[in-house]
């Protein structure tokens, strides 16, 4: 096996570990001999792929909100529909599909990822404002198509991010969990409900 492979396989075997114990035992109580004892790799080698444990954290956050904008721009290009419900439930069905088919994931990102750090928070806002110009972009198709009010969305969008990101904190948080179709049924019909007003 050639040296990259195996370096990235250890990277791999990294995050992996390091989102099983910041989502079990949480990430401030989290230590890196921890984190390298569970993915069988010397700390020596874990300084060679990170500074510290938080730029794990902020790997895996921005992992797992690129991975889930990656699904939904690959939906939407396979999208012909120009109908607004047909695109938005499309879209929503992509992201929720990504978000909770580990439910480690919504518990890292808007649990274990908040307010760590200034870098931290700047990375979460930064994605904030990604997501908010995705959603404001398909209302602003909406009114283009005559099927929503020709308005300022905003913040609309920003609110509905919010809103999206209460869900699925909710979500991994509830026991026994919500079904993921009753989550995505909830995020569509106030998506809906706010563009189309």
């Given at each position: ?96 599909a990504s ?49 929503a009010p ?48």
């Amino acid at each position: 096996m050639a040296s990259e492979q195996r370096r990235a396989q250890r990277r791999q075997r990294l995050l992996e570990a390091a989102l099983h114990l910041f989502t079990t035992l949480g990430y401030r109580q989290t230590k890196i001999v921890q984190i390298c004892a569970e993915a069988g790799v010397s700390t020596r080698n874990f300084y060679e792929e990170f500074t510290g444990k938080e730029q794990v954290l902020l790997t895996l956050h921005d992992l797992i909100n690129s991975t889930a904008l990656d699904r939904v721009r690959a939906a939407l290009a396979e999208l012909e529909s120009q109908d607004v419900v047909v695109r938005i439930t499309v879209l929503l069905d992509a992201f929720v599909a990504s978000v909770t088919a580990d439910p480690r994931l919504p518990r890292l990102n808007y649990v274990e990822a908040v307010g760590v750090s200034e870098e931290l928070e700047r990375q979460h806002q930064d994605w904030v404002t990604r997501w908010a110009d995705f959603i404001e972009a398909e209302a602003r198709h909406a009114a283009a198509n005559g099927v929503a009010p020709d308005r300022d969305y905003r913040l609309t969008a920003i609110a509905l991010v919010g809103a999206i990101t209460g869900l699925l904190r909710e979500w991994q948080a509830h026991r026994p969990p919500w079904p993921v179709a009753d989550i995505a049924a909830e995020i569509r019909g106030v998506m809906l409900a706010a563009i189309l007003r």
